[in-house]
Structures are given as C-alpha cells and as structure tokens.
C-alpha cells in the first residue's frame, strides 16, 4: 500500500497567526525568525541525510568522520572523547565504531603507550567518503544561498553567529544530546 501523504504543513504566516490566535503575547516577528530557522534546519538535515545515504553512509557515520577530521593530524581519538563531542552514551559510540569498522570506515587499534587505551582513526576510504560528502554539502549550501549577495552572507554569517553564542552562553550544556532529552 502507497504512503498516503499528510495535509501540508502550514505556511509560516499561518503558523504564527495560530500561534498568536492561542498565545496572545507572541512576538510575530520572533516567531518567524525562530520557526523559519526550525524548518530550515529539518530540511538541511534531510538534504544531509540524502547525500550521506547516496554515499553508503548515515549522518551519524558522516558526524564521527568530520569529528577525527576535526581533531587534526593524524585524525584520531578515543572513544570516550568521540562520544563526549557527539553528545552519546559509551555504550551508543561503541555500537557505532563496530559498525563503521565493518564498513572500513575507521580503524579501532590499541594505544602503543597504554595498551589499555583505544584510538579510533580514520580510514581512506573514510576520508574519501567525507571530502565527497563535503563536496556535495558545498555545491548544496552554494546553492542554498545563491540569491544572497556576498555583503548579505557576510551579515547572515555574524547575526547567526551571534544567536548561536547566546544559546550557548545559556545553555552550555547543550552542545551534544542531553540525558533529559534522549
């Protein structure tokens, strides 16, 4: 049996008038910036999420290998410190590794100078899948932003910049997933 599609979402204009019409002190002009940043983000991440499966890979895959490509030279770290970075549980991160492992994605070896320790590292074929995913990001954001001038992207870049500060200066916590919110 088909999908049968749902009824569309609501235009922002509509959803703001809705709000307005149930929350009486909503700021409209708030509630656009924030509702439209919302859909922005879902619909980037699922243009991610295509392009990673176009590659074999998932979004949590693709999100350990910009991590070790994050770290530098020579693109390694352990799991514990992976984990920490994408805000999962030992126990989730470990689920991953096996799996990327299988995949020839990353490389799971022990410390030389303490054998106890583990260093996850990142493979070429890994890195071959994350610098094409990088491509096909690149060519999608150029696309994205192609109607803004180079003065407008410039703006945009800082005025983000600065509600992404103010978030984290109020939620410090909140760079990774959250106990409270798995």
């Known amino acids: 049996m088909a999908d049968i599609p ?5 235009s922002l204009d509509e959803q703001i008038a809705a709000y307005q019409r149930e929350f009486h002190d909503l700021d409209p002009q708030v509630e656009k910036v924030v ?4 859909r922005l983000n879902r619909r980037m991440n699922v ?16 999100e350990v290998l910009k991590a070790l490509v994050l770290a530098g030279e020579p ?13 999962l549980t030992p126990a989730a991160m470990t689920h991953r590794i096996d799996r990327m492992v299988g995949e ?3 490389t799971r070896e022990r410390d030389e100078n303490n054998r106890v320790r583990v260093i996850i590292g990142i493979t070429s ?7 094409e995913a990088m491509r096909m990001a690149t060519i999608f ?4 932003l192609q109607d803004l001038s180079g ?13 992404l500060r103010r978030v984290e200066d109020a939620q410090p916590d909140a760079g990774g997933r959250l106990n409270d919110l798995d």
């Open 6 to 10: 749902g009824p569309p979402e609501p």
């Open 151 to 163: 003065e407008e992207r410039v703006a945009l870049g800082e005025m983000l910049t600065r509600l």
């Open 35 to 38: 509702s439209a940043l919302s």
């Open 47 to 62: 243009a991610y999420g295509r392009q990673t499966a176009d590659l074999g890979m998932s979004n949590t895959e693709w």
């Open 141 to 144: 954001e150029g696309d994205l």
């Open 104 to 106: 020839g994605l990353v």
């Open 75 to 87: 693109y390694c770290m352990g799991p514990g410190e992976l984990a920490k970075r994408l805000g």
């Open 125 to 131: 074929e890994g890195r071959a899948k994350w610098l």
